[in-house]
Structures are given as C-alpha cells and as structure tokens.
C-alpha cells in the first residue's frame, strides 16, 4: 500500500456522462497530481495541486476539472465522456511543490474508466 | 519544452543476466530524471532518481542508472535480472527550471525475464 488512495478502483459508463474520481493523498504530502494512462498515448500529465493551489498544467481537456480541498484530498471531474476518454487514471502525490527540490511522487492504484 | 525517449518497446532477457532499459532525455536546463516500475494492476514505483552529483545512482531491488550528459542518456541497469523483474518500466525527467513539479513519462518498456 503506497498511503495514496483512490476511489473508486472501476468505473463504468456510458457516452456523455459525467464522473468523478477521489484521491486521497498520502499522509504529510501537500501536491497531488492527476495523470492519465492509455494504451496510445501513455502516461499523460493532467494538473498538479499545491496545498489547494494549481501549480501545473498539463494536456487537460476543458471537459475534464480538478480541485484539492482544503483537506488536500482531490477530485477528478470528467464531464461529456467520449469513448476515448476510457482510460487509467492516475493519482500521486508529494512531499513539495516542486522548485528546487526533486520531489519523487508516490502513486496510488489508480481509477479504471470505461466509456461505453 | 522537456521530453523522454525509451527506444525499445519490450526488452527480453534471461535470468541471470544482465538488464539494461534504454532512456534519452531532452530538456532546455538540468534535469531531474527518475525511473518508475509499474506491476499489473498497480499503481507506478518509484526506483531512483538522478538530481546532481555522481553519475552512478542506485535504488530499490538492485537497480542503478547512470548518467550521461553528453548523451542525453539516464539508462536503467541491473547487474542480474530475476523473474519478478518483468514488469512495465518507465523513465520519467523534470526540468529543473521548470514551474511546479511536472514529471514528463517515456512510453515505458515492457521487461520479459525468462527463466
């Protein structure tokens, strides 16, 4: 167990639906980051959050949103699903931001989404 | 811009021999690069990391990588593979100067260990 949690483990659904995906970082850990993994394009960078502040930005869509509370647990909304967007979710998390120091991210089991 | 290249989509070694996973870089400063392991069904683990210093890294499960600048090159290496070595591995780098801490991931090698 990497203390970084995630719910749910499956998710079904169909087209045009809307989901949401929970992390829960491990204990101590400020960031929390949202990656999407897929068969054809890889491990795919989403967002990163700071202690509740957006910190980074990566190829995320306009259907799909995330905050970090101020309990610093995270969400993943994924709105108007689209077949292609049937994929491994990916939430980890770190001690830090980032800047100077090479903050190694601990991952949870990630969120299976399937889009029907 | 910061990217990553594993050259090889699956690497096939017998037990007992030497492994070695292939990974290029490219960043606009000094990288930070580190090397992930992701079982079936699981989550990534965490290996090593590179930040400054010797070129020679070691990390989890007798696992090391070294460094090469001028090579653009942070190849992952283990002196003797098991079976339980197969598994998905990826190569990760950050760029130093960058915003935040966005890790850019390579396309990952499949490790096959054969008895």
Same mark, same amino acid.
């Given at each position: 167990?990497?203390?970084?949690?995630?719910?749910?483990?499956? #998710?079904?659904?169909?087209?045009?639906?809307?989901?949401?995906?929970? /992390?829960?970082?491990?204990?101590?850990d %400020?960031?929390?980051?949202?990656?999407?993994?897929?068969?054809?394009?890889?491990?795919?960078?989403?967002?990163?959050?700071?202690?509740?502040?957006?910190?980074?930005?990566?190829?995320?869509?306009?259907?799909?949103?995330?905050?970090?509370?101020?309990?610093?647990?995270?969400?993943?909304? %994924?709105?108007?699903?689209?077949?292609?967007?049937?994929? %491994?979710?990916?939430?980890?998390?770190?001690?830090?931001?980032?800047?100077?120091?090479a903050?190694? #991210?601990?991952?949870?089991?990630?969120?299976?989404?399937?889009? #029907? | 811009?910061?990217?990553?290249?594993?050259?090889?989509?699956?690497?096939?070694?017998?037990?007992? +021999?030497?492994?070695?996973?292939? /990974?290029?870089?490219?960043?606009?400063?000094?990288?930070?690069l580190?090397?992930?392991?992701?079982?079936?069904?699981?989550?990534?683990?965490?290996?090593?990391?590179?930040?400054?210093?010797?070129?020679?890294?070691?990390?989890?499960?007798?696992?090391?990588?070294?460094? +090469?600048?001028?090579?653009?090159?942070?190849?992952?290496?283990?002196?003797?593979? #098991? !079976?339980s070595?197969?598994?998905?591995?990826?190569?990760?780098?950050?760029?130093?100067?960058?915003?935040?801490?966005?890790?850019?991931?390579?396309?990952?090698?499949? !490790?096959?260990?054969?008895?």
């Amino acid at each position: 167990d990497s203390g970084v949690t995630q719910t749910p483990k499956h #998710l079904i659904t169909a087209t045009g639906q809307r989901v949401t995906l929970r /992390c829960s970082p491990r204990s101590g850990d %400020l960031s929390v980051y949202w990656y999407q993994q897929s068969l054809d394009q890889g491990l795919q960078f989403l967002i990163q959050y700071y202690n509740g502040e957006e910190r980074a930005k990566g190829n995320i869509l306009e259907r799909f949103s995330a905050q970090q509370f101020p309990d610093l647990h995270s969400e993943l909304n %994924l709105s108007s699903l689209e077949l292609g967007d049937s994929a %491994l979710y990916f939430c980890a998390s770190s001690v830090g931001q980032g800047g100077s120091g090479a903050n190694v #991210l601990t991952f949870g089991a990630g969120s299976r989404l399937t889009v #029907l | 811009a910061q990217s990553v290249a594993q050259p090889e989509d699956q690497v096939n070694v017998a037990e007992g +021999n030497p492994l070695t996973v292939k /990974c290029t870089y490219s960043v606009s400063g000094n990288p930070y690069l580190f090397w992930y392991v992701q079982y079936p069904n699981r989550g990534l683990q965490f290996l090593l990391k590179y930040i400054t210093g010797d070129n020679l890294v070691k990390g989890s499960y007798g696992f090391e990588a070294e460094f +090469n600048k001028s090579q653009t090159s942070f190849h992952l290496k283990k002196p003797s593979a #098991l !079976v339980s070595d197969s598994a998905l591995y990826f190569c990760a780098v950050r760029d130093v100067g960058a915003a935040g801490n966005k890790l850019t991931f390579g396309g990952g090698t499949r !490790v096959l260990v054969k008895p």
